[in-house]
């Protein structure tokens, strides 16, 4: 088990986390919220590359800090860009990091043929990397950041820059990978985690909102969510008087997602809340936070 007991973190006078309480068993944990929040700054520290200002992170009751070398022979980590040698190919490029990691030559040799069939690039392990796709390039990241068959895989910000085939088909790699072992997914992308998370974290104000699955986290927004159509010329004044969550064009009309206290228009359809829902309505004011200190 992985645990955060009580966790904040300072850069000077900047608090970025504060007081975060989380435990992680195997499974599959969707870290979501937007740039800025925070995500990256927990998963620096989740890997050692940063440590807490105050509180511990434990894992299987001892701080990983201490753990040191034998912590991180359980962990795999794919960062948000990670180097890789555009003229290796994938093959020769895990070789490469093997060695880094001082696994025996022997011994990898079966399991980098294991990983590249997993991850779908066997038939292109010659391939110098190149010419590859960027989901190509992740999914060479996956196969690194699993050489040491690890207990904790963290992924930050995976599929940015994936088309959505690829995205799906990085999901279903996850969920194979997650049965017996810890997957921590940071991303701002709902689509990404809501099908197949365990369970969703999501931070607000440098603390620790929901961890909870996805059904539950959606009920929150339970009998509050509708749809309508609007005339154009009455958009400015619905969207003062409501909290709209997605807007499409209908002919003549505009079809309205929105958040109400109540059913006040016969006109409005409720509609199921989704994760989507609740993540638009936490961070509705949250926009200035891309591109800020994580």
């Not at 599929?159 to 799906?168: F, I, S, V």
């Not at 365990?198 to 104000?205: F, G, L, S």
């Given at each position: 088990?992985?645990?955060?007991?009580?966790v904040s973190?300072k850069?000077?006078?900047?608090t970025?986390l504060?007081?975060?309480?989380?435990?992680?068993?195997?499974?599959?944990?969707?870290?979501?919220?937007?740039?800025?929040a925070?995500?990256?700054?927990?998963?620096?520290?989740?890997?050692?590359l940063?440590?807490p200002?105050?509180?511990?992170?434990?894992?299987n009751?001892?701080?990983?800090?201490?753990?040191?070398?034998?912590?991180?022979?359980v962990?795999?980590?794919?960062p948000?860009?990670?180097?890789?040698y555009?003229?290796?190919?994938?093959?020769?490029?895990?070789?490469y990091l093997?060695?880094?990691?001082?696994l025996?030559?022997?011994?990898?040799?079966?399991?980098i043929?294991?990983?590249l069939?997993?991850?779908?690039?066997?038939?292109?392990?010659s391939?110098?990397m190149?010419?590859?796709?960027g989901g190509?390039i992740?999914?060479v990241?996956?196969?690194?950041?699993?050489?040491?068959?690890p207990?904790?895989?963290?992924?930050?910000?995976p599929?940015?820059?994936?088309?959505?085939?690829?995205?799906?088909r990085?999901r279903?790699l996850?969920?194979d990978?997650?049965?017996d072992?810890?997957?921590?997914?940071?991303?701002?992308?709902?689509?990404?985690?809501?099908s197949?998370?365990?369970?969703?974290?999501?931070?607000?104000?440098k603390?620790?909102?929901y961890?909870?699955?996805?059904a539950?986290?959606?009920?929150?927004?339970?009998?509050?969510?509708?749809?309508?159509?609007?005339a154009h010329?009455?958009?400015?004044?619905?969207?003062?008087?409501?909290?709209?969550?997605?807007?499409?064009?209908?002919?003549?009309y505009?079809t309205i997602r929105?958040?109400?206290?109540?059913?006040?228009d016969?006109?409005?359809?409720?509609?199921?809340?989704?994760?989507e829902?609740?993540?638009?309505?936490?961070y509705?004011?949250?926009?200035?936070?891309?591109?800020?200190?994580?």
């Open positions: 088990m992985l645990a955060i007991n009580n973190k850069f000077n006078n900047f970025a504060q007081d975060i309480n989380l435990e992680f068993t195997n499974g599959i944990y969707g870290l979501l919220a937007p740039n800025g925070g995500k990256t700054t927990l998963i620096k520290m989740l890997v050692t940063l440590f200002t105050k509180g511990e992170i434990l894992y009751g001892t701080e990983i800090s201490s753990l040191d070398e034998a912590y991180r022979s962990l795999g980590y794919l948000q860009e990670f180097g890789y555009k003229h290796y190919s994938p093959e020769k490029y895990l070789m093997a060695a880094l990691k001082g025996n030559k022997k011994d990898v040799q079966d399991k043929q294991e990983l069939k997993l991850v779908g690039l066997e038939n292109v392990s391939k110098k190149k010419k590859f796709s190509m992740q999914r990241g996956i196969a690194q950041a699993m050489l040491n068959d207990k904790i895989l963290i992924l930050d910000e599929t940015a820059g994936l088309d959505p085939k690829e995205r799906a990085f279903r996850l969920t990978l997650a049965r072992r810890i997957i921590i997914l940071s991303t701002h992308i709902v689509s990404d985690v809501e197949i998370a365990n369970e969703i974290i999501m931070i607000k104000n603390s620790i909102l961890k909870d699955t996805v539950n986290i959606s009920n929150t927004l339970e009998d509050s969510i509708f749809e309508t159509e609007v010329t009455d958009m400015d004044s619905f969207r003062g008087n409501y909290q709209v969550l997605s807007e499409r064009q209908d002919g003549n505009m929105f958040i109400a206290d109540f059913h006040e016969e006109k409005w359809r409720k509609v199921t809340s989704t994760l829902d609740v993540f638009l309505h936490i509705e004011d949250d926009q200035t936070l891309a591109g800020s200190k994580q």
